[in-house]
């Protein structure tokens, strides 16, 4: 099973893919992790990424999908994946489709501009794993430790208010009109964002037919 999470930056896509993808057995595959990698070990898709990620802005095709392809190439994809964070513009939908990928399900997490702001002041990242967590909505068993990995947790730097303002202008000009586009295929669905993470899972395991 092939499926794409869409939806703006904070709005929870990444928990979700990480929790249906153990679920089902299949990798979450977050471009960003890829990139925010790519930076920290000061490769050159790194170097080129790191100035458009801290300025809030989407990152050249080209270096996402030379990223994206050779992530997909790897043994643990053969029976499916999770994609978060791409495709962000239409460009890169018809990327997939030429490349032969069949997305078997784009569900698109709704959920409004001023909460969004709001969860991502407090959201933290593991530095080892790429895991996400809230302070409020989705603790760690220990207070600034991963549960997966046992790494550090942090602040993003494009999680400081006027970046997620201008990664939220980004989403609604150039990544959510990616909704019509599957919306066309016939495989579009919609999640709206519940208070609790385990209800918003309940809702995409709903959606994927799983119990």
Known sequence: MNIVLLGAPGSGKGTQAMIVGERIGIPAISTGNILRDAIKNGTETGKKAKSYIDAGQL???ETVINA???RMAEPDCKNGYILDGFPRNITQAEVLDKMGVKIDNAISF???DDVIERRMTGRRVCSGCGASYHIEHNTP???GTCDKCGGG???RSDDAPETV???LSVFHEVTEPIKGYYEKMGILKIVVVQEGVEATSKLVFDILGLK
Do not use: F, I, M, Y
């Open 153 to 155: 947790l942090s602040q």
């Open 110 to 112: 709704e959920l409004g």
């Open 68 to 70: 994206l392809k050779e």
């Open 141 to 143: 068993k220990v207070e």
């Open 59 to 61: 990152v050249p095709d």
């Open 165 to 167: 303002r201008e990664r």
